[in-house]
């Protein structure tokens, strides 16, 4: 089995890049992430990437000012150097210009944590609190132009209590999450996902046989 080359890229703790790490340091698991990238000198999942033995490297976005396409070719850089083949946004706060969405069409990866369509954008705990939703989640799904838009690869969905907070209910899913994106790499890395008219189709079966996990009870 050639394993495929993952980059993963983060802004802040890298929770869902430890679990990626973790999940591909399975025997049987068809990547490896073999680089992590932060746009934050400082974040906090390099020191984690780095004690895993994983390659970091840092494209401060600040040194760049508002020259979104100057980033991104050098975020493109750095991604062609490490022979990358796939790349995970993980907690990677940074909008990507089409022009990099397009070099990497179906080959980048995002965790959003809602079950989208519903909660696009920011604060998605917050606002599925106030809209009084009974079901939440995280999404993987392809990166397109569109923020939080592209084809659906997986979805984990957790019941929202009547007396959670934005706290309590972040907390439960990203304990889906961390379950969700391994799951979901690992069917993008074996082939089994292609896109068809702007949806994801596993093992060439409708897209309602595609991956939802509901958490243990
Ligand atoms: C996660 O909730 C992810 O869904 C969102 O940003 C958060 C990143 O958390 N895109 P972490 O850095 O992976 O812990």
Not at 108 to 126: M, Q, R, S, V
Not at 143 to 171: K, M, N, R
């Amino acid at each position: 089995m050639t394993r495929k080359r993952v980059a993963v890229l983060i802004s802040g703790r890298g929770s869902n890049m430890a679990a990626l790490i973790a999940a591909a340091r399975a025997n049987d698991y068809p990547a490896e992430i073999v680089l992590v990238v932060s746009n934050v000198p400082d974040a906090g999942g390099l020191a984690i990437a780095k004690e895993a033995g994983i390659a970091t490297a840092v494209v401060d976005h600040r040194a760049y000012g508002k020259d979104r396409t100057a980033f991104d070719h050098a975020l493109q850089d750095v991604l062609l150097a490490h022979k990358i083949e796939l790349v995970c946004l993980a907690g990677f706060m940074r909008l990507l210009t089409p022009w990099f969405v397009t070099q990497w069409q179906n080959r980048l990866l995002n965790i959003h944590p809602a079950l989208l369509p519903a909660f696009k954008g920011l604060d998605t705990h917050a606002r599925a609190l106030r809209e009084g939703v009974k079901l939440h989640g995280a999404t993987v799904h392809f990166v397109v132009a569109d923020v939080d838009s592209g084809p659906i690869v997986a979805q984990g969905a957790v019941s929202v209590h009547e007396d959670d907070t934005e706290e309590t209910l972040a907390a439960r899913v990203i304990k889906i999450e961390h379950r969700l994106y391994p799951l979901a790499l690992r069917l993008v890395a074996e082939g089994r996902v292609s896109v068809t008219g702007g949806r994801c189709i596993i093992d060439g079966a409708e897209t309602s046989d595609t991956p939802l996990l509901v958490p243990r009870p």
